[in-house]
């Protein structure tokens, strides 16, 4: 039983490209929950979705946006990178607990 | 307002000395309460998860907590540290009921070292 994979773990962009950021959930669970973890710091919540939905969302901007497809696997996007979007983006899916991917470190030059 | 406060950002014990980190919060009703340990580059691994029930938990790799409804908290204990415990602590509490409201609220985390 796979957990939860993100892709890719790691990538570089330069400021004010676009980047999209993939998950799949652990087997079974329908819930996906994203966090943007900053250097030195704890998750900080950005959303989560729930029946192809944003159901939650932490104080992020609309340049923070999701998607999450029939399978319940979730894109999050994020638009006009800035410096300060450099961060470990992690993935969870909700079981009775929070399952975490490895995340996906991103850097912006 | 809903908040999860660690007080010790960074502590350092000797390789079997025995450790206590600190979790305090603040929630309308009682949480469910977790303990997440973070290696360097790493995601986040659960070491433990309170419900209800009995207010000592028992974890994985030797760590177990206790909440304690009268101080709001939910400290983590482990009697003999290893070299292989350092990492970053972080404590998180919220509701994974099933429903919209699904969210942990997450702590600074405590990093910390061992001394061999």
């Known amino acids: 039983d796979a957990g939860v994979t993100q892709s890719p773990t790691h990538l570089i962009k330069t400021r004010g490209q676009q980047v999209t950021l993939r998950c799949s959930p652990k087997?079974?669970?329908?819930?996906v929950s994203w966090y943007q973890q900053a250097l030195g710091q704890g998750p900080q919540f950005i959303f989560q979705y729930y029946e192809e939905e944003e159901r939650q969302r932490g104080n992020f901007p609309d340049r923070f946006s999701g998607h999450q497809f029939p399978n319940y696997s979730s894109e999050l996007n994020v638009n006009a990178l800035l410096l300060g979007d450099s961060a470990l983006y992690l993935c969870?899916?909700?079981?009775?607990?929070?399952?975490f991917g490895e995340g996906s470190r991103l850097t912006v030059l | 307002a809903q908040s999860v406060t660690q007080p010790d950002i960074h502590i350092t014990v000797s390789e079997g000395a025995s450790l206590e980190l600190r979790c305090n919060y603040s929630?309308?009703?009682?949480?469910?309460l977790f303990w997440y340990v973070q290696s360097p580059g790493q995601g986040l691994q659960l070491l433990l998860k309170y419900f209800s029930g009995d207010t000592l938990v028992q974890g994985i790799k030797g760590f177990e907590a206790e909440f304690k409804r009268s101080q709001s908290s939910f400290n983590l204990r482990k009697p003999s540290v290893h070299w292989s415990d350092a990492a970053e602590y972080f404590c998180a509490v919220g509701s994974l009921k099933a429903g919209n409201n699904r969210k942990l609220i997450w702590g600074l985390g405590t990093s910390l070292a061992v001394n061999p």
């Open positions: 969870a899916s909700i079981g009775g607990e929070l399952f």
């Open positions: 087997s079974g669970h329908d819930t």
């Open positions: 929630y309308g009703a009682t949480p469910y």
